[in-house]
């Protein structure tokens, strides 16, 4: 149904790391910037990464973004219950000329 | 300030009509393009469509072509989801947000729920 992959779930205990992957094709994602959203429940997302690898101003340098071929990925180090909440990648699709989100993925710290 | 405020959800029955609005403050819209981003309840984030600062060029997914139709009144600030021939699984969030670069959208209203049933 989302034409951006992602793992329905993620796990990792306070103050280790995860990797949350996002997975297209060529013409989303590898053509096209990728963008992550953190959202936390009933609340409105909240941009984490925009342009593959750049963090807006007041994101903490424990959250990165990286873009090989046609697939993204967001790194969190450093990991606080705080961090609990859905993940979503963004992208343009260039077939579709459409935005498309991933499916996002849900983070739980132990 | 940057704000952003939806209104104009509600209950509508299928096949029927609603207008969204989304208020913005704070910066010069048409100085960005504008999307709207809607989640059905326990659902993932979708995309829907987006407009040109100026309102020259718009953008939709499939699932609301020829249904939808998004505009914006810069002199008001205001953006706009028309909404017509809804359906029940068009039930949900609906956001506005504002893309300051290639789909980084760095501020999100705080959403208006749109309900379609009988």
């Known amino acids: 149904q989302f034409v951006l992959t ?15 992957s996002c997975s297209g094709s060529s013409s989303k994602i590898g053509n096209s910037y990728v963008s992550w959203y953190q959202q936390l429940p009933g609340t409105a ?4 990464i925009h342009d593959n690898n750049k963090r807006p101003s007041g994101i903490p340098d424990r959250f ?14 450093g990991l606080q219950t705080g961090d609990e909440a859905n993940y979503y990648c963004a992208t343009w ?8 989100f991933g499916g996002g993925t849900k983070l739980t710290v132990l | 300030e940057v704000l952003l405020a939806e209104s104009g959800g509600g209950s ?8 969204l609005s989304c208020a913005a403050s704070g910066f010069t819209s048409s100085d ?3 999307h709207w981003v809607r989640q059905a309840p ?16 718009t953008k939709y997914a499939d699932f609301v072509k020829g249904r939808f139709t998004i505009s914006r009144d810069n ?4 953006l706009y989801l028309q909404m017509n021939s809804l359906r029940a699984e068009d039930t949900a969030v609906y956001y506005c947000t504002r893309d300051f670069s290639n789909l980084g959208f760095d501020y999100w209203g705080q959403g208006t729920l749109v309900t379609v049933s009988s």
């Open chain 1, 6 to 20: 992602q793992p329905p779930s993620v796990s990792a205990a306070p103050g280790q790391k995860v990797t949350i």
């Open chain 1, 93 to 100: 699709d260039s077939s579709l000329d459409a935005g498309v």
């Open chain 2, 42 to 57: 326990g659902k993932g984030l979708v995309w829907v469509s987006c407009i040109e600062g100026d309102g020259s060029r």
């Open chain 1, 64 to 77: 990165s973004g990286s873009k090989s071929g046609t697939s993204a990925t967001l790194g969190i180090i």
């Open chain 2, 12 to 19: 509508v029955q299928p096949g029927g009509s609603l207008r």
């Open chain 1, 45 to 48: 997302p909240k941009l984490l």
């Open chain 2, 32 to 34: 960005y393009w504008m």
């Open chain 2, 75 to 78: 002199a008001k600030n205001t």
